[in-house]
């Protein structure tokens, strides 16, 4: 799992859970960590 360490500049930009739903997207607790690298990585900026 990633510490704060490697997280340090870089900020994730990601809907609430409702607007997930909304638009289809399924449980996110559902998804497996390849998914869920995915959504994080195309909602994630460089600062």
């Not at 360490?5 to 497996?32: H, R």
């Amino acid at each position: 799992a990633p510490t704060p360490a490697t997280l340090n500049g870089l900020t994730i930009f990601a809907p609430n859970d409702e607007a997930f739903k909304a638009t289809g997207v399924p449980d996110l607790s559902k998804l497996s960590n390849a998914p869920m690298v995915s959504l994080l990585q195309y909602h994630a900026a460089a600062r």
